[in-house]
């Protein structure tokens, strides 16, 4: 059980983490000149100098000698790294031309897609609110579409590729930390490679741009490690349940940056997909608590069977243990009565 000061500060290093990820879009404009693409790049190499200094402060390194006797891992993280390079690339292009709301809903229906993907994957059982939730998203998803005149593909990739992601995660099974190690090692030599390019090119902003600007790209590896730290910190110290509802925050400040401060467009068919959207978070938030706290009152019930199960064992054990004392007493009283009735007889025969 966490103590009461490690759950606050799970809760903050939680809400530092999504707060983080959610004012990310004021990052990204200020790269400009430079591409998403090269943005990317630079945030895959910057991240793994930070990461690298990070595993050096913590001294974790007997990881990698583990991953690399699984090749089956390794696999799994080259899929990861090039899903979430698709992810990371598609939101700066979408924040920087201009498609911040619509990013803001990836994120938003992230939680109904990853739910959507146990059931047609992983052949998972949805409980009746769960395929509600799923069902309105569905709807959310169709208004945005006759909305848009298209699909939302912007927000759909950002979620099926951060769904795919979470879901080989889990596969992996490793730390934040070390994974994003692994990740960026991976896209490393890429992203690099795509760098030089640029600059024999002529074409690279790393440089031209100025000293400021240079800064900024290699502040990318800190914008990307920061968050992820916290994350981790904060997953060790909250409830699953907890971090669940913190997610929103990330999406919900990215919305609002999109309508209050770069003024996109929310027409009403806009407003009616996200009012959708965000009922079928409400049921499945509302799910979830409902589930959790039944699971809770179950284990308690479980503890206390237990506890009671295990006194009377004690109690019943506890007899045993006397019992031949009182058998040895019991027997030791009979056989002096039989001898005091003996000498009784004895004696009145003599008479």
Known sequence: MKSEGEQRAGLLYGIGAYGMWGLVPLFWPLLKPSGAVEILAH?????????????????????VRELLAEPRKLGLLVVAATVISVNWGLYIWSVNTGHVVEASLGYFINPLVTIAMGVLLLKERLRPAQWTAVAVGLAAVLVLAIGYGQPPWISLTLAFSF????????????????SLAAETVILFVPALGYLVWLGVSGDATFGPEGA?????????????????VCFGAAAIRVPLSTLGLLQYLAPVFQFLLGVLYFHEAMPAERWAGFALVWAALTILTWD?????????????????????A????EAEAAIR????????????AGAGAEAAGRRVESSTSGD
């Not at 295990?310 to 064992?313: F, H, N, P, T």
């Not at 006397?322 to 030791?332: F, Y």
């Open 43 to 63: 945030r895959m190499v910057w991240s793994l100098a930070v990461v690298a200094i990070a595993l050096l402060v913590v001294r974790r390194w007997a990881w």
């Open 212 to 228: 400021g600007h240079a800064a900024l790209l290699a502040a990318t590896g800190v914008v990307t490690a920061v968050p992820l």
């Open 321 to 332: 243990a006397q019992s031949p004392d009182v058998a040895t007493s019991t027997a030791g």
């Open 310 to 313: 295990l006194s009377k064992a």
């Open 288 to 308: 979830a608590l409902r589930t959790a706290r039944r699971t809770r009152a179950t284990a308690d019930a479980l503890r206390r069977a237990e506890a009671d």
């Open 163 to 178: 769904a795919t992601y979470g879901l080989v995660k889990k596969k992996v099974n490793i730390g934040g930390l070390e």
